[in-house]
């Protein structure tokens, strides 16, 4: 089964959060905190649609000038999701620069950022980069509280964590699956065909099982029509499986409220990406900051009967002590002494 992304820490474990999400086959990536992204490469950078910033310190943030500069002139519209009071930080960031050449770009760019606004409904805004980034406000997609981006392949979730500031933790949610049974193909004498994403799309929607699926095709033959139920073509060529998880927690507080809420959030994800800023014996310091230690991010994992565990975020203050670091997590994570 092909997966339907990839990720990679653009920074290691250690540098900056930047947690880059790649849809290779649909020239598309997501990216999860926005910090230092100058080792990340141009042609990656363009395929980013949406980057999710947890919050605004400047560890998760700095890396918004970079994705500007590259996206300017090449008719981008680029989402940029983030905590309360985030769509201001946005304005001022960009209007931090003087743009009075952007008319002259042949490609428009536009900026667009939404936040967590009352009742759980989003707020959003765009910035036009050939209007020096005027901001005009707009309603957003009435979504359900948490939901950040919902599309046919897969949803994106948030919530509020305490960091003596919001701090988001988000989780990238894969709808379910859909194979196609190449050989029952040959059977039924069908091709493949862009047809096969509209039956996937209207499988995902809930169409009912006899809408009707015309298939049109052209071969040496000639010509050739035909017309299946949806719930026909999905039993034949179309194999469901479970989507994948992954969840994203940086900055967190260690307490009751934190703990739920992540937990929630996690519950059986595949692949947890999780901060461990802090061996355990530097527990103060990781309350003072509102950090987790190792064996906490290790028990939220176990919590959260997540699959895999991934700590990053290591300080700087354990450089050379990142094996302990991880050997600490495994240890909560699998409720065992650590070595
Ligand atoms: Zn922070």
């Known amino acids: 089964m092909k997966p ?63 994705l500007v500069r590259l996206m300017l002139g090449r008719g981008k519209h680029l989402r940029l999701y983030g905590p309360p009071g985030f769509i201001d930080r946005v304005g001022h960031r960009l209007h931090g620069y003087t743009w009075n050449l952007v008319r002259n770009y042949a490609e428009p760019f536009i900026v667009e950022a939404l936040e967590p606004g009352a009742g759980g409904r989003l707020r959003r805004a765009l910035f036009h980069a050939r209007e020096a980034f005027r901001q005009e406000d707009r309603t957003a997609p009435s979504l ?31 709808k379910v699956h859909l194979n196609v049974w190449k050989n029952r193909l040959d059977e039924m004498g069908l091709p493949t065909g862009p047809w096969l994403n509209h039956l996937k799309h209207l499988v995902r929607r809930g169409a009912p099982e006899d809408t009707p699926v015309e298939i049109a095709w052209q071969d040496r033959g000639g010509g050739h029509r035909a017309i299946h139920t949806l719930g026909k073509l999905r039993r034949q060529v179309l194999q469901e499986v479970r989507g994948r998880k992954l969840a994203y927690v ?65 300080s700087a203050r354990h450089t050379g002590d990142e094996a302990r670091i991880r050997a600490q997590v495994m240890a909560a994570f699998r409720d065992r002494p650590a070595g």
């Open 4 to 66: 339907l992304f990839h990720t990679r820490l653009v920074n290691g474990t250690r540098g900056d959060p930047a947690l880059y999400i790649d849809f290779q086959f649909r020239r598309r990536a997501l990216m999860f905190d926005l910090g230092d992204v100058s080792r990340l490469e141009p042609r990656r950078i363009l395929r980013l649609s949406d980057v999710f910033v947890s919050h605004a310190h400047m560890d998760h943030f700095m890396g918004l000038d970079r």
């Open 250 to 314: 940086v900055d967190a507080a260690f307490h009751d409220a934190n703990r739920r809420r992540i937990v929630d959030l996690a519950r059986d994800a595949d692949l947890f990406y999780v901060e461990a800023p802090f061996l355990n014996e530097a527990h103060q310091r990781a309350s003072e900051t509102a950090h987790l230690t190792a064996a906490q991010a290790g028990l939220l994992a176990r919590e959260a009967r997540v699959k895999r565990v991934i700590p990053f975020h290591f």
């Open 144 to 174: 359900p509280p948490g939901t950040l981006l919902d599309e046919d392949e897969f949803r994106v979730r948030a919530v509020q964590l305490d960091h003596r500031i919001p701090c988001l933790a988000f989780a990238l949610e894969e």
